[in-house]
């Protein structure tokens, strides 16, 4: 059951014909009170044919008049509007079912304390079976005004209660970190216009997808604008940017005037202060040689980043930072990702969003690592390879799980339900970013002998899960791979030890597919040889050391090459 309290209206005759009128689409039926604030002479244009909705919305605003007339400051803002609808698989409920129901939410909304006999002026309207609009006047009887502040979540508590005591849909209870929900009017101009979301979730996608490819404040605004968003912004006296407010283009009202939704109205985690605080987050001090040490590709870079997360989860605040720099994460995979991932990730990034944020305040330089990644991969000119997307995919798979079990340990209800959600269009993207791979490896397995090799150093490193990967129809991929990064110079009982510490294989749907992925990515480099980088390090020191020792009147020291590592016979 959903109780969706409108903002404060000015317009009590108003509200009443919409509630008595036929509806936009006619669905409006047999309009009538089923409760008040009290029953006896109420006038209902609904059931009585003398009764006028002037002679109703004067009954109602009534303490208002009064008050208006004492004190010198009008109250105008004193419509308040709750509808309040019933899940679809919900049982039909009776007129006297949803009188009790009314009763119980202007009580814990404040309209109408329990035992409070000068509360405020209130009716429940219902013209369908599923829901019922409840508006009332929010000026007491005796003068006052009543006490509104934070009704949002008293009503959502007790909504709570009335699903369980009649045996309604269960909802998850709200925290405040949702997104602002569509207005009707909203959804019914975007269908009027041909657009497939209303304005606040189109500008919501677009104003995430800006994120990653920003630096700074000032760069956000203009990324906006030459995205063709119609952007607001305030300015403080020194000219510094203090808020923003996006507008759809096409989005005007009555008069033809663009509509702006403030960035902290389209969503909680797009204000600009939070913003500013994410992008100055992904600017750690770092040596100026410390990126050049690094040759990997920004996927690979980007799956490294995520190898750390289970470690970064210990402490909250930096948990929040990592979970809300891996939905930008995914927000960047889903914009560079081959055409036939992109529907994908893009509906895994967009579920995601909900995970992104909690009541809990991130400390956000503790996830610069996982940002810097994000931006790495948007402004990388070629796309990934093959297996370096497979890669990060899967990563990508356990790290959203790992997020998932932190919100579900922390009783955060909505944020862990989107991460589950964002796992199944993960898995779905890394299968089939997986798949040209598996075709590769399966057209070239390692011979039946080095296989059975392989097989006794999957029983020994992984002995509980051997006989599922080994009975895997991706097993002969699995062995190509070990084989190849053997070929490297890398162990493979090392390699699947290192795996399956990594990502643990009881919750993984295909960990073959896992491990694959995972061995590809660790073992893609070779081992160095020790014998190479000896020698090396005696050439170079050659001309030094002799030349010191003889000015110190020592003899030259004897170089002791290290052993050679030992291998097995060749595939």
């Not at 009590?12 to 006896?40: K, N, Q, W």
């Not at 339900?417 to 089939?432: G, I, K, N």
Request: aromatic content about 4%; glycine content about 6%.
């Amino acid at each position: 059951m959903i109780a969706a309290i409108k903002p404060a209206g000015t317009n009590t005759r108003g509200l009443l014909a919409y509630l008595y009128g036929r509806g936009t689409h006619d669905e409006h039926f047999d309009p009538h009170i089923v409760a008040s604030f009290a029953m006896l002479g109420m006038p209902d244009p609904g059931r009585d044919e003398n009764a006028t909705l002037t002679e109703l919305a004067r009954y109602l605003d009534e303490p208002v008049r009064l008050r208006n007339g004492e004190f010198g400051k009008p109250v105008t803002d004193h419509v308040w509007h709750c509808p309040v609808r019933a899940a679809p698989e919900d049982r039909y409920l009776s007129d006297a079912e949803w009188a009790e129901i009314a009763q119980r939410i202007v009580q814990a909304a404040g309209i109408a304390p329990a035992g409070d006999d000068l509360g405020c002026r209130w009716i429940a309207v219902r013209h369908a079976d599923d829901h019922i609009h409840l508006l009332a006047t929010t000026v007491r009887e005796d003068g006052r005004r009543p006490k509104l502040h934070d009704s949002g979540l008293r009503v959502g508590d007790t909504c709570r209660e009335i699903e369980k005591d009649y045996g309604l849909r269960r909802l998850k209870k709200g925290d405040r970190t949702g997104a602002r929900r569509p207005t009707q009017g909203e959804m019914h101009k975007a269908e009027r216009l041909g657009w497939q979301q209303p304005s606040p979730e189109w500008l919501q996608d677009r104003i995430r997808a800006a994120i990653p490819h920003v630096t700074g404040a000032e760069e956000f605004i203009a990324y906006l604008e030459a995205s063709g968003i119609e952007v607001q912004v305030r300015r403080g006296p020194s000219g510094d940017l203090l808020g923003y407010a996006a507008g759809r283009p096409g989005d005007v009202n009555e008069a033809g005037e663009q509509i702006y939704h403030p960035g902290s109205k389209i969503s909680p985690d797009l204000s600009l202060p939070k913003i500013k605080a994410r992008l100055e987050s992904s600017q750690p001090e770092e040596h100026p040689t410390a990126r050049r040490n690094h040759p990997s590709t920004p996927w690979h870079q980007a799956t490294d980043a995520l190898d750390t997360l289970h470690t970064d989860i210990a402490n909250d605040s930096h948990a929040q930072a990592h979970i809300t720099a891996l939905g930008e994460l995914l927000e960047a995979t889903a914009q560079t990702a081959p055409a036939h991932l992109q529907a994908e990730l893009q509906a895994a990034s967009k579920a995601f969003a909900r995970a992104q944020r909690s009541q809990i305040r991130a400390e956000d330089r503790a996830a610069h690592a996982l940002r810097r990644a994000a931006r790495d991969i948007v402004h990388t000119a070629t796309g990934p390879d093959g297996s370096a997307l497979a890669a990060l995919i899967a990563a990508l798979v356990w790290a959203t799980i790992i997020a998932a079990r932190w919100h579900e340990a922390k009783n955060h209800a909505h944020q862990a339900d989107a991460a589950r959600q964002t796992v199944q269009h993960l898995q779905t993207a890394a299968d089939h970013a997986l798949a040209p791979t598996l075709t590769e490896l399966t057209a070239r397995p390692p011979r039946d002998q080095a296989r059975r090799v392989l097989a006794s150093d999957v029983r020994a490193a992984v002995p509980g899960h051997a006989e599922r990967i080994l009975t895997d129809p991706a097993w002969p991929a699995l062995a190509t791979v070990l084989a190849d990064a053997e070929a490297r110079g890398h162990q493979p009982h090392q390699l699947l030890k290192e795996a399956v510490a990594q990502r643990e294989l009881t919750t993984a749907r295909q960990p073959v597919r896992v491990l694959i992925a995972r061995i590809q990515h660790t073992g893609r480099n070779p081992v160095a040889n020790r014998l190479a980088e000896a020698a090396r390090l005696k050439s170079t020191m050659a001309g030094s050391i002799p030349a010191q020792q003889a000015r110190n009147g020592q003899p030259p020291a004897v170089t002791t090459l290290p052993p050679q590592q030992s291998h097995r016979p060749s595939r």
